[in-house]
C-alpha cells in the first residue's frame, strides 16, 4: 500500500503503548521514535505543535495528535480487527468510557498514588472510579466483550501501570478483594500476546517509579 | 421512524445547546428539559449517573452523556447535513480541535474571566489559545469550510458566550483588532438561522453574569 507510518512515544507512556497495541492488532507495520520528554524534538515539535507531547501518529506525513483520536483514525483507517463497534450506539459508549478513563479515572488515581492535590480525597475518587468501571465490566472477559476492544486499550494504564504503581507507592486502589472483576480483567488484559509484547518491562517501570518516589520524597 | 429523542441542558450551557443546534441542522424533532442546575432531577440521575450533568441525549430511551460523544453519534445516526467529513484523517482533525477546545480554551477563557485561579496566567494562555484558532481559521468563512462543521458547532462558546461574558467582566479577549479572523467568523457563526434561533437571549446572559460577578465580588 506504501504507506509510511511513524508513532513518536516514550516507553513508559501508556497512550504511546495503546496506539502501539492497536496498530500491532491490526498488523501494521510502522516505524517507532522514542522521544526523551526533557526535551522536545523538532520532529514531535514540528508534528504537535499544540500539545508538544506524545503519543503522535504520522501516517504519510500527515500528524495526528491526542491518543483518543489517534486510536479512533487507526480503526477508520485499517479495518482488520475492529476495535470499536459499527452500531453507532455502542460506538457513543465505548467513546463515552474511554473519556471517562482518561478524564477521571486516570487524574484521580494519579493524584492518589502520587499526592500532587488532596492525596485523601484523591484516594475516595479513585475508589469510586475504579468501582464504576466494576460495574461496567461486570463478568465479561474485557469490556470490548469476549476480544479486547476501545475500551480495554484505553484502560492499559488500569491494566498494567495501576498495580506497579500502587505497590511503589504502598496503595491498595486495585485489589482482588475490592475489585474482583477488574482485578481478574487486568490479568486478562496483560497476559494477552499482543498487549503482554508491547508493555514496558515491569522492572525498568518500577526502577523508575522508586526512583521518582525517592528524588520527591528528597525534595519535601 | 417512530424515533424518540428527549435533550436535557440548561439554557445557559453552551454543551446543550450545540447538541440542540445539531439536532435542528438534521431536522430531528426533540423534546427538551430544562434542567435545573442546582437539584439534579431524578431522571438527570437516572440517564447520567456517571457525571450527573447536561447535556444528556436519550434516543429510544437510551442515554449518552458528554456532549462531544452527542454530537458524534447524532452525525452518525441521523446522516442529513453531515457536521463531520467522511475522510478519516479529515474527521481526525476535527476531533483534534474540538477536544482543543474543549479541554484547553474553555478552561483558560473560563479561568481568565472569573479569575477562579492564576487569572494573569489564564489571560495569557486564552490569548494563546485564539491566536491558535486565528491561524487554524485563517480565511475560511467557517472551521468547516463554506458551511457550519463539528468544530463549529463545539466552538459555541467562543462564537457566542465569550463576547458576552468578557464584556461584563471587562476584559479583551476576541476582539476585532486581536484575532480578526475570529472575530469575523463569531459574527457569522451567531447570525447563521439555526444558531441564532437557538441561542440564549443575550440579556439574560449578560444579566446572569453581572449577578454572578457581583455575588462573587460581594463574597471576597
Redesign the interface.
Same mark, same amino acid.
Given at each position: 500500500m506504501g504507506d509510511e507510518v511513524k508513532v513518536f512515544g516514550h516507553w513508559r507512556s501508556p497512550f504511546g503503548r495503546s496506539v502501539e497495541a492497536v496498530l500491532k492488532m491490526k498488523g501494521v507495520p510502522y516505524e517507532y521514535f522514542e522521544e526523551d520528554l526533557s526535551i522536545k524534538s523538532p520532529l514531535l515539535l514540528k508534528y504537535n505543535p499544540?500539545y508538544k507531547r506524545v503519543p503522535v501518529l504520522v501516517?504519510n506525513e500527515?500528524p $495526528?495528535? !491526542?491518543s =483518543?483520536? $489517534?486510536l479512533? %483514525?487507526i480503526d !477508520?483507517?485499517w479495518k482488520d480487527n475492529p476495535i470499536l463497534p459499527q452500531d453507532? %450506539?455502542e460506538?457513543?459508549?465505548c =467513546? #463515552?468510557w474511554a473519556? #471517562?478513563i482518561h478524564e477521571k479515572c486516570m487524574h484521580a488515581l494519579w493524584n492518589a498514588c502520587w499526592g500532587l492535590e488532596d492525596k485523601e480525597k484523591a484516594i475516595e475518587e479513585s475508589l469510586d472510579h475504579l468501582k464504576?468501571l466494576e460495574n461496567e465490566l461486570k463478568d465479561k472477559r474485557f469490556f470490548g466483550g469476549d476480544k479486547i476492544g476501545f475500551v480495554d486499550i484505553v484502560a492499559n494504564f488500569i491494566g498494567f501501570w495501576l498495580r506497579a504503581l500502587q505497590e511503589v507507592v504502598g496503595l491498595e486502589l486495585l485489589t482482588q478483594e475490592k475489585f474482583p472483576n477488574l482485578f481478574k480483567w487486568s490479568d486478562e488484559f496483560v497476559n494477552c500476546d499482543i498487549i503482554k509484547e508491547n508493555l514496558p518491562p515491569r522492572d525498568k517501570l518500577t526502577g523508575y517509579y522508586q526512583a521518582h518516589l525517592a528524588s520527591s520524597s528528597a525534595s519535601k
Open positions: 499544540i501516517h500527515k $495526528i495528535g !491526542e =483518543l483520536v $489517534i479512533q %483514525y !477508520e483507517t453507532p %450506539y460506538k457513543a459508549m =467513546l #463515552f473519556k #471517562f464504576t
